[in-house]
Each structure stands twice: as structure tokens, then as C-alpha cells.
């Protein structure tokens, strides 16, 4: 694998990443929106990734299937589609019954998956960081 492919490849797993830290951010900042309860609740979302199967051959992999990087394929929903039924007659959507439709979203849950998005971004952009040092280091051997 060249340096150029190592940078696609981290390139594009940056993005993926990124996606995901998005779609956590949106969870995050939608999990107290409260809906009447004729209405579906707001619904964690969830990205869909792939590996990108390149067709090169490497010494590392003869047969040929040298990944080529990552990629976002779609957003899947999470949590109960009813979301949670919350008790509170002072609510102004709340029915007659007095009871509002929140997500079935766990603030824990969330923290704990953008954890792990920001770690592989790190290290993501430490690959990346890496490869800039190769370049510049064979830059400044050929002067």
C-alpha cells in the first residue's frame, strides 16, 4: 500500500466517522424533544458502514482484495419507534390522560459510541499525520 492509498483510506474513514460524531450530536441534542402523543417520537439515528474492497494485488494480499477505505451506506433508526410515555399532565402536549411521547434515547448509550467515533477519528488522523511526515521527510531528502 502507497502512502497516496493510506491517505485515501483514512481519508475516508474520517468521513465515516465524522458522519457518525454527527448523527451521536443530533441524537444528543433531540433526546428531551417531546412530541404529542398522537405523534412518533424522535428516533435515535444510526449510521450504515461498509468496507471498499479495492481489486490491486500487494505482496501483503496476493488475491488481490486491498481495501480501499470505507464508506457510509445510509442511516438506520434506533429505540422503540413508540418512544417512552411520560406521565405529565402540565406538559402542553400532553393528552387528555396527561401523557407526552419522549425518544427512547440513553444519553449513556450515546456518550459511550461517541467515545469509540472519536477515538478512530484519532487515530484516523493519526495515519494520516503519519504519511504528511513520510512526504515531507522524502521532500526534504531530495533537495
Known sequence: MSLFQALHTAGSSLRVQRTWMDAI???IANMN???PFDEVPFRARMVLARSVDGTGASPLDPSGAVGEGAAVTGIAYGGDPQGRVVFDP????????GLVRTPDIELGEQMVQLLAAQRSYQANLAVV???RDAYSAALSIGR
Open 33 to 35: 424533544t417531546v412530541r
Open 129 to 131: 499525520e503519519r504519511a
Open 25 to 27: 450530536s443530533d441524537n
Open 90 to 97: 402540565t406538559h402542553p402536549y400532553a393528552n387528555e390522560q
